[in-house]
Structures are given as C-alpha cells and as structure tokens.
C-alpha cells in the first residue's frame, strides 16, 4: 500500500500496490484502473508515473489536468522565445501607424473606424 501526498505536503489517500519508480510495461497495465482513480483524485497533484521495456523509462502516465497545464506553460515558453527573437531582429518596426501605412494606399482613417464583429 502506498500513501499519496500533495505538492501542498496534504495527504490524499493510498492506493493498492502501485511501485514507486520506472514502472515496467507490464506493470502499468496492471495499475492502470489504479492510476486512473489516482488521476481522478488528485487532479495535477497525481505523480507523474513513468514506465518502460526492462524499466527504462520510455513513457509518462499524467493526469489529463496536469498535461493541459503543462501544454499551456510550453505554449507560453514558444511566445516567449518568438517575441525575444523578433525584437533583437530588423523586422520591429517602429514610427506612427500612420507612418506605417504611408505609400500603401491603405487609408488608416476608415481601418479605425470599422467596427470588427464577430460571429
């Protein structure tokens, strides 16, 4: 039996014989009602269990929470990266939009005054 303890150092309950470390291949079959109650209850705090041929670890089991969280910080880390790169680059423009649009025959004016409506 294994005791399962929050980021926060809370107690959330144990679960049947779910080995610590590198689970094998076929260990994670066997748990996996067992991660999945694990998953349900403990939202982004359930362990990140990994798993693998002869205990290398080749795959992560995660909560679904947890995943989608992580998504959006890798989401975010990309931007970051973007925005740091086209601001040490030639393409930052800088001046008026006025400025910007002079010589385009795009009248700036009407653009701002159009109302963009969504669906």
């Known amino acids: 039996m294994y005791t399962f303890v929050t980021t926060k150092g ?3 309950g144990s679960a049947k014989s779910i080995p610590t470390g590198v689970l094998t291949t076929r260990e994670a079959r066997a748990h996996v009602s067992h ?4 998953s ?3 939202g982004a705090d359930a362990p990140v269990r990994f798993f693998g041929a002869q205990r290398r670890a080749e ?3 995660m ?3 947890l995943a989608a969280s992580l998504l959006d910080l890798m989401d975010e880390v990309v931007i970051a990266q973007q925005v ?3 601001l040490k680059s030639d393409a930052v423009v800088s001046g008026t939009v ?3 649009f002079e010589g385009t025959g795009v009248e700036v004016a009407a653009a ?3 109302r963009i409506r969504h669906p």
């Open 63 to 65: 909560s679904a929470e």
């Open 112 to 114: 701002r005054s159009r």
């Open 84 to 86: 740091r790169e086209r």
């Open 35 to 38: 991660l999945l109650e694990e």
């Open 40 to 42: 349900r209850r403990l």
């Open 98 to 100: 006025e400025e910007f």
């Open 59 to 61: 795959a992560a089991v």
């Open 10 to 12: 809370e107690i959330m």
